[in-house]
């Protein structure tokens, strides 16, 4: 969004950021999340390094494979989405390898939490779940490439 700026360590730019994603469930009445994600991320720029630690914050819509929730059908506490239709919310820190200023790769720590935010129908209690987790990540910059970015 702007070139990078501050002082010493804590010189660096904010990116907008916008994705996929599919995310395994181990454990529970739900396997699996997919489903687009937007974003910011700070990264912390130092002058000539190609390695860039960043913050990022992420949230979007999505699917998981809920049929029922599962536990309900099987005469259990209900503990899942109740729904197909979720929300999720992200946040992970990591670094970023710079190939060049177009194309990058990035190793993050996660956390994400996937909700039903209380709309299945019928209603069933938002216990949502959890995931900790890493993610590898391949980056390709839009500007100059997309006629509304900035160059």
């Not at 010493?8 to 904010?14: K, P, S």
């Not at 950021?17 to 991320?41: D, H, K, N, Q, V």
């Not at 494979?65 to 239709?85: N, R, S, T, Y």
Request: charged share 15%; hydrophobic share 35%.
């Amino acid at each position: 969004l702007y070139d990078p700026r501050g002082p010493w360590l804590l010189r660096g730019n904010t990116e907008f950021m916008f994705g996929a994603e599919y995310c395994g469930i181990p454990r529970g009445p739900e396997s699996m999340y997919t489903g687009p994600l937007i974003g910011l991320r700070y990264n912390f720029v130092q002058p000539n390094s190609s390695v860039v630690p960043f913050l990022e914050l992420r949230g979007g819509l999505g699917y998981t494979d809920a049929a029922g929730p599962w536990q309900v059908k099987h005469h259990l506490p209900d503990l899942g989405q109740g729904q197909k239709f979720t929300f999720t919310f992200s946040m992970g820190s990591g670094l970023r390898y710079d190939f060049n200023e177009r194309y990058s790769v990035a190793l993050e720590a996660t956390f994400k939490h996937i909700s039903n935010l209380y709309m299945s129908e019928p209603k069933y209690q938002n216990h949502g779940a959890n995931v900790v987790g890493g993610l590898l990540g391949f980056n390709v910059m839009l500007n100059g490439l997309v006629p509304f970015l900035p160059e």
